[in-house]
């Protein structure tokens, strides 16, 4: 994607929302679309109708963008996001980043339903991911020419998720009494879930939590100097000695289930981040 086509989409945008700015950017992920309820919407757009901007091909993901008030924050909540396994390149999936950067986000918050690979997680537990693996994956969103006006040819990944957001919603979350955990995530392309001994290599190599997200999309923000939270809601485990049959009805029941607890982390984070702008 060129930095035309992404001026052309932000323009696009700011035409239909006379110019909204928001704060935030917000991905909801598998199952976890419950959040927009308590967004005060005053825009929404479908994605069919944005210039260069793919559409979301899974169930689950209604494809649109909605624009409102959060915590008393102004953000752009993307209802559905693109994957690599639905055919989309690196640099497609990654396309409304670049785009929310350019209406203005000062940071992006990213959630997932995740595969849980630690022993001591439970199913509809949080994860407020620390550090991601994402060797795995085949092609990279930033190959190819830089966007040199958005960012650096070799960006800086040694704090990918921003320290002080992680600390900060892990603190929320203990205050509140929410099962939450900081760990690793491994992103794969999917969309087959994983064999046993792909578990048990991805465990080798450190991974608290797998799915098929979230890593592309981090990558394009950090390369755009974003600020970055993500939150993995452990919707199943993946401990090889004792693996069940994957069933995605059970799947979306456990994110739904952690769904209120992601969201009421998400909205204090907001609010702790109004917080200190105003100070």
């Known amino acids: 994607m060129t930095l035309q086509q992404i001026q052309e989409?932000?323009?696009f945008i700011q035409q239909q929302t006379n110019g909204f700015v928001p704060q935030?950017?917000?991905?909801?992920?598998?199952?976890?679309?419950?959040?927009?309820?308590?967004?005060?919407?005053?825009?929404?757009?479908?994605?069919?109708?944005?210039?260069?901007?793919?559409?979301?091909?899974?169930?689950?993901?209604?494809?649109?963008?909605?624009?409102?008030?959060?915590?008393?924050?102004?953000?752009?909540?993307?209802?559905?996001?693109?994957?690599?396994?639905?055919?989309?390149?690196?640099?497609q999936v990654t396309f409304p980043v670049r785009v929310m950067k350019l209406l203005g986000i000062e940071q992006l918050i990213v959630s997932n339903a995740a595969g849980g690979l630690n022993e001591h997680y439970q199913v509809s537990d949080l994860m407020i991911i620390s550090d991601h693996i994402g060797l795995f994956l085949?092609?990279?969103?930033?190959?190819?020419?830089?966007l040199s006006t958005l960012g650096d040819r070799f960006p800086d990944m040694s704090e990918p998720y921003d320290a002080s957001l992680v600390s900060t919603a892990l603190d929320i979350a203990k205050a509140n009494g929410i099962r939450a955990h900081a760990g690793v995530y491994a992103s794969v392309t999917g969309p087959q879930l994983e064999t046993k001994a792909e578990y048990r290599m991805l465990r080798l190599l450190g991974a608290d939590a797998v799915g098929m997200s979230t890593v592309p999309e981090v990558i394009v923000a950090r390369h755009m100097d974003l600020p970055v939270v993500g939150i993995s809601v452990i919707t199943d485990m993946c401990i090889p000695e004792q693996l069940e049959k994957a069933e995605i009805q059970k799947i979306l029941t456990a994110a739904f289930k952690a769904e209120p607890n992601m969201t009421l982390i998400i909205k204090k984070l907001l609010s702790n981040a109004e917080n200190r702008s105003n100070k």
Request: aromatic residues 10%; charged residues 15%; contains cysteine.
């Open 24 to 91: 935030a950017g917000i991905i909801l992920g598998t199952g976890l679309g419950a959040l927009v309820q308590d967004i005060s919407i005053e825009f929404t757009i479908d994605y069919a109708g944005i210039p260069h901007f793919p559409l979301s091909t899974v169930e689950s993901h209604k494809g649109r963008l909605l624009f409102g008030t959060l915590s008393d924050k102004k953000v752009v909540c993307m209802q559905g996001r693109f994957h690599y396994y639905e055919g989309y390149t690196m640099q």
């Open 138 to 146: 085949p092609e990279n969103a930033l190959i190819g020419t830089n």
């Open 9 to 11: 989409a932000a323009e």
